[in-house]
């Protein structure tokens, strides 16, 4: 069964500066999609950013990238020029490609502080 | 135009009680969700419908019966509610399998409701 691990209850980041959130996940399958979803306290569930594991190039969305290393099982999420309006809870999912189900594995989550 | 929505949004009620969270989504895809987030905000999914046939059913008590009338729908009853049940539960939706190479078949979260078992 696959795992996400996310090793960081709690970050906190200067605004304008930059944070990486850590996520490692474990799977024995070759093809799968990772993601990173953020919870502001409205606890709306929003996509930031997508990644396929076919794919060697690091997928990027405006201020977010990630570092996708396939072999060390790592997808970590980097936020460039943090925002007061990036403090929320993150996300690290997992989702098999080409299976009967579309579910997702989530990390525990973590909770990254925004300070001005 | 709301994408997923959910109702009601807060649910306070007695043990005991059964209650039902409504699901509806306006974008057309075949499969629909529900997730259960605790007190600790973890996230895991409990059920999943593709065109009203029930796909995953995870270990989850017999008290927690979906029901899909159609594939916009997914509703979650919950019978005899014990205070563990309290947390937030979200619905999602997307279609099961991706068209094409650049299809992309994400999931679209609804607001949650959040369920407080006194």
């Known amino acids: 069964a696959q795992t996400v691990t996310q090793s960081q209850p709690e970050m906190s980041v200067q605004e304008a500066e930059t944070v990486t959130l850590s996520c490692t996940y474990d799977?024995?399958?070759?093809?799968?999609?990772l993601f990173w979803y953020k919870q502001p306290p409205s606890r709306q569930m929003i996509l930031v950013i997508r990644q396929e594991a076919y794919k060697q190039q690091n997928a990027t969305e405006n201020r977010f990238s990630v570092n996708f290393q396939k072999a060390a099982k790592s997808f970590s999420l980097k936020i460039s020029d943090s925002q007061l309006g990036d403090a929320a809870m993150y996300f690290c999912a997992y989702r098999s490609v080409g299976g009967a189900t579309n579910k997702l594995i989530f990390g525990t989550g973590t909770l990254l502080a925004v300070q001005p | 135009d709301t994408a997923v929505s959910q109702t009601p949004k807060y649910l306070v009620t007695q043990m005991g009680n059964d209650k039902s969270i409504k699901c509806e989504q306006n974008?057309?895809?075949?499969?629909m969700y529900w997730y259960k987030q605790d007190s600790k905000k973890f996230l895991k999914i409990m059920f999943s419908?593709?065109?009203?046939?029930?796909?995953i059913n995870e270990t989850v008590p017999n008290r927690f019966s979906p029901k899909s009338p159609d594939k916009a729908h997914l509703n979650l009853h919950i019978n005899s509610l014990e205070l563990g049940d309290s947390a937030v539960y979200f619905c999602a939706s997307s279609q099961l399998k991706t068209i094409g190479l650049a299809g992309h078949n994400e999931q679209f979260f609804g607001p949650g409701t959040r369920l407080t078992v006194l």
């Open positions: 799977t024995s399958e070759s093809d799968y999609y």
């Open positions: 419908y593709n065109n009203k046939e029930l796909i």
């Open positions: 974008l057309g895809h075949d499969t």
